[in-house]
T-cell receptor
């Protein structure tokens, strides 16, 4: 499968714990995005990378959230001191160089904070 | 504030019928309007997209109609099939920006 992959697919954690998600974009896609989707809503933008540089962050990305993309390949999204309001589907998308608009989404990581 | 407003929230259509989902926007800086299809437990998949310089785009059974003056666009699914049952999201993106603004989704059910 050459699509965007995300791990884990599901994560259950207790409030106050830290969690980390991983996204592997489609090979040679230089743009990578993180979105959050809550039940019954459309995805909301969190942050954007071009290669290894994090170029844009949404106001939704509080200081408990941090994202990295070392070497411009896979990306990680970490949430520290999780809260019940963080429960959502976290989606990763990527775009190839030369195609400015099209974003290809992964299957997402569903986070449940108890 | 919802940048893209989508309706209806849910839609039930008979097999073979036409499904129509509508979206509206206010920001004239938007210049790219995709539609995504999402099945339960899956990420959104790009279905079809349009730029504002055309009024219609058709790909197979899926057609986007775009009305620039009214700032509205819609998805038409012809000959709807049970396999089309999914949640559909419209979205919009500003020229030069990186993020998509999504509508709230329409849950389509096609009954045999």
């Amino acid at each position: 499968d050459t699509g965007v992959s995300q791990n884990p697919r599901h994560k259950i954690t207790k409030r106050g714990q830290n969690v980390t998600f991983r996204c592997d974009p489609i090979s040679e896609h230089n743009r990578l995005y993180w979105y959050r989707q809550t039940l019954g809503q459309g995805p909301e933008f969190l942050t954007y990378f071009q290669n290894e540089a994090q170029l844009e962050k949404s106001r939704l990305l509080s200081d408990r959230f941090s994202a990295e993309r070392p070497k411009g390949s896979f990306s990680t999204l970490e949430i520290q001191r999780t809260e019940q309001g963080d429960s959502a589907m976290y989606l990763c998308a990527s775009t190839p160089a030369g195609l400015y608009n099209e974003q290809f989404f992964g299957p997402g990581t569903r986070l449940t904070v108890l | 504030q919802q940048q893209v407003k989508q309706s209806p929230q849910s839609l039930i259509v008979q097999k073979g019928g036409i499904s129509i989902i509508n979206c509206a926007y206010e920001n004239t800086a938007f210049d790219y309007f995709p539609w995504y299809q999402q099945f339960p437990g899956k990420g959104p998949a790009l279905l079809i997209a349009i730029r504002p310089d055309v009024s219609e785009k058709k790909e197979g059974r899926f057609t986007i109609s775009f009305n620039k003056s009214a700032k509205q666009f819609s998805l038409h699914i012809m000959d709807s099939q049970p396999g089309d049952s999914a949640t559909y999201f419209c979205a919009a993106k500003k020229a030069g920006a990186n993020n998509l603004f999504f509508g709230t989704g329409t849950r389509l059910t096609v009954i045999p």
